[in-house]
């Protein structure tokens, strides 16, 4: 439900509510205007909504309004919804009665999932449900609950559609997340992506040698400056051990800002290395908070090709120019979607920071060219990056009058 800057649809849209927002009035009248069957809301901090009495109503008790309402985004959670995948093409219904004819020819062959019916919910205004007939294998998508309809279990999407839930596979939730930089916490640190990372002991000037020690995948550990090098390879003493750690076998974040470029101009800037695997967020100059990044699978651009077909990240200095606390994405090549994904921010034509839970292999590439993250580490860079949502929105779109936008720099 887009939020427009004056009350017409001709206007430009500057947010976006979800199914199951709530959003307070400002005190200014609603008015008529363009597109809308019924009046424009004036709605906090700015903006104007249509209340057309379907797809958005002044009554909070309205029975639609109410049984949907427990299925919302659980936007207060890194994970807003629970996840799946495909690994084959699957149907998907707008209710249980269009499901009816399909799931009852596979009474016998599905097993019930819970032994609680699924929720019976009434018809719903047009443009809730994303109309899609099937999700195509490789695809992800976000389901709100569970339940059993006809003998057969039965997922209810982030849409408020339903999927067999005995054709997909349910997703484990990533606790991987960052470091933010406060107290002793100060870079260098390094985060390992493999299970028994090794530790290194110094034997003497340029010689290490592997230590009956290793690491854990996701961990982190402090490191002390300057590494010593032994040929292209970085070691770094683990703050406080005598164990060191190969710059090869782990993530360490380097950054160049703010010591090279333009000066500091922003309150808030994000760095990236697609290749390092890492992101440093900075207030102002002041590095905050560090993680493993996922890139795309191509790594950096490719001279003479189209990014989206190498599945490259984009590199260069940008702006974020809008947010959404989820958003269904769709392959450039096919049908193939990720639904739902939470935290997203977009900066460049179709590329975003975003969480990716489908998938906790931070450090590697592995994106189809956007900058993936895990949802704890989605949650905590949306809340920092500018421009801030407002309160009860879903969505914001960066525009100067309403105040700044977080740097986004991208280097291989």
């Not at 639609?64 to 919804?81: C, F, M, N, T």
């Not at 269009?98 to 009474?107: G, I, M, S």
């Not at 016998?108 to 999700?135: F, H, N, Q, V």
Request: aromatic content about 10%; overall charge neutral.
């Amino acid at each position: 439900m887009w939020i427009r800057s004056e009350p017409s649809y001709r206007a430009q849209w500057i947010g976006a509510l979800a199914w199951g927002n709530a959003v307070r009035l400002r005190s200014e009248e609603p008015k008529s205007g363009p597109g809308c069957a019924g009046p424009w809301a004036p709605v906090e901090p700015r903006g104007w909504v249509c209340i057309d009495g379907e797809r958005a109503t002044f009554d909070e008790d309205d029975p639609v309004y109410q049984k949907i309402l427990p299925y919302r985004a659980r936007v207060e959670s890194p994970w807003p919804h629970r996840y799946a995948v495909t690994t084959k093409d699957v149907r998907r219904f707008e209710s249980l009665e269009h499901a009816r004819p399909f799931l009852e020819a596979r009474r016998g062959r599905d097993a019930a999932l819970t032994g609680t019916l699924a929720p019976e919910l009434p018809p719903l205004p047009k443009g809730l449900s994303e109309r899609r007939d099937r999700i195509v294998a490789r695809s992800a998508f976000a389901y709100a609950d569970q339940g059993d309809a006809f003998g057969i279990g039965l997922l209810l999407a982030g849409d408020l559609s339903w999927v067999p839930r005995g054709d997909v596979t349910l997703v484990p939730p990533s606790e991987f997340q960052g470091v933010e930089l406060v107290g002793e916490k100060r870079l260098p640190i390094a985060f390992f992506r493999r299970d028994e990372t090794p530790a290194y002991r110094r034997l003497a000037p340029g010689e290490f040698e592997r230590a009956p020690h290793t690491f854990p995948r996701h961990g982190h550990v402090l490191l002390d400056e300057p590494p010593e090098s032994v040929g292209r390879t970085r070691y770094y003493r683990v703050t406080g051990s005598d164990l060191w750690v190969s710059h090869r076998e782990a993530v360490i974040a380097e950054p160049e800002f703010p010591q090279k470029g333009p000066g500091v101009d922003r309150d808030t800037t994000v760095e990236i290395s697609i290749l390092g695997g890492w992101l440093v967020a900075f207030r102002k100059d002041r590095p905050v908070y560090v993680t493993m990044i996922s890139a795309g699978r191509g790594g950096g651009p490719v001279p003479g090709r189209e990014l989206v077909s190498t599945a490259s990240t984009p590199v260069g200095r940008f702006e974020i120019s809008s947010k959404l606390k989820t958003a269904t994405m769709e392959s450039s090549g096919g049908p193939i979607i990720h639904g739902d994904v939470p935290w997203t921010q977009n900066f460049s034509g179709p590329h975003a920071i975003h969480t990716a839970y489908w998938h906790d292999d931070f450090g590697d590439l592995k994106s189809a060219g956007c900058v993936n993250v895990s949802p704890k580490d989605g949650k905590w860079l949306f809340e920092f990056t500018e421009p801030q949502v407002p309160e009860n929105w879903h969505a914001v779109r960066y525009l100067s009058r309403y105040g700044g936008t977080t740097r986004v720099i991208l280097h291989e």
